[in-house]
Every structure is written in C-alpha cells, then in structure tokens.
C-alpha cells in the first residue's frame, strides 16, 4: 500500500468520526428563566429623633410613605382611591408615591387603604418600634474606656435594626441590634480606628412585616431613627 493510500485512509477515518461526533451532540433546550416577583404594595412609616444638645428642642421627622403595583412581576406604580395612616390622609405624587410630612401618633401604624382595581381594600395595624430611654443616651465618649448602651427597653423590632457611631469625617463603626438584644458595646480599640472629633450616634430601629391581603402580599416597614452628636475627650 502506497503512502498516498494510507494517508487517503487516515482521512476517511478523520472524516467519519468528527460527523459521529456531531451527531451525537445533545440538543439545546430553551433556555429558561426564573422572574422575581414583588410585593403588590410597600407601606413605611419613618419616624426620626434628632438630639443635638440638652439647650436645644429635639427635632422630629414625619415622613411615611406608601406606593402600589398593578400585579406582582410588572413594575407599573398604579394610583388607589386613598391610603391614610392614623387617620391622616396621604398625598400622591405625579409618580404615584403616597407621601405625608404632618406629626402623626408614634406608637403604631394603623393603615387604611381604599383599594381600586388590582389592589383591594383593608385595614392594617401594628406596632411601631420603642425605645423608652432614649432621652438618657450619653452627651460624651471617653475614648479610652469605650462605650456600652442600654438597649433593656427597646421593643417591636425584626432584623435589620442596627446602631453605627460616624466620626466627622465619614468613618463609621456598625453593630447589629438583634431581637432581644439588651446592651450594645463598642470598644476603645474601635474607637481608635475613628477620628477623635466630634462624632455621632445612629439608631435604626425597624419592625418589618408581610401580609397577605385577599392573596396579595404587602410589605409593611416601620422605622424609629434616633440621631444624636456626642464629644469625645
């Protein structure tokens, strides 16, 4: 047998088993896809203490909000009737956030909603988170002994509630205040990783909830802010 045969053959046999290859390459399926789906309507209530000095009134901060979605996959805000929370009514924006600035009661979140077309009616009340003893918060760090706040009387919160010392120039040092919780302690050797300045106390307090309303889910988040500068020596 020549050599132009063999090489032929060599070919042919190439040839043969790159079709069989191809042939037996499974088929691709449709590619499918999971869609994330959300609740029909958010509703929060944020409430915020700011306590700059004894001399000086604390401020108070009403801010709730509240805001629609034709179904739970498409991203369409829709308008209701109304919503009113403690019997204040909410306003609507040009894209359809229901917002209120007046004082309302702090204790609790009463909604009312006068539903339209996807989005039924009902009524919905739970309790906004507490803490009784705030007014005692410390005015001053000593550095050098760190610090440890009280937390025995802080009620109704779910995770995600936190307490973070900022210094002036943007560093940050973060806890996480979990149900229960009843002391939070930040060390000497953390505040040494801050700037020794003037700094300031940042208390997230959060109760969040989900409710199935005529088989809609709803999402409902009410938050206690408590801000307040302290000095260091």
Known sequence: MNKTVILSFIFSIALLTSC???KTEPD??????TVASHPYGYFKNHLSYTIIADTVPM??????TAYFYSDSIVSDLVNVDSVSINKVY???SNSKLYYSYD?????ESAWHVKGKDAIPSFDYKYPMPSYASYAQLPD???LLQGLTISLIDVLNITKGSS?????NLGKYIPKEIKPGATSVTFTAAEFAYLHKSKFYLYINLINQQTQRVNGKSFSFDN??????YLYTF
């Open 103 to 107: 004082p309302i009661a702090e204790t």
């Open 28 to 33: 691709y399926e449709e590619e499918t896809t």
């Open 20 to 22: 069989k290859k191809d």
């Open 59 to 64: 401020q108070k901060n009403y801010a709730p």
């Open 140 to 142: 001053s760090i000593n």
């Open 163 to 167: 307490i973070t010392i900022f210094d």
């Open 223 to 228: 938050q206690l802010v408590i801000n307040k």
């Open 90 to 92: 909410l306003k609507a």
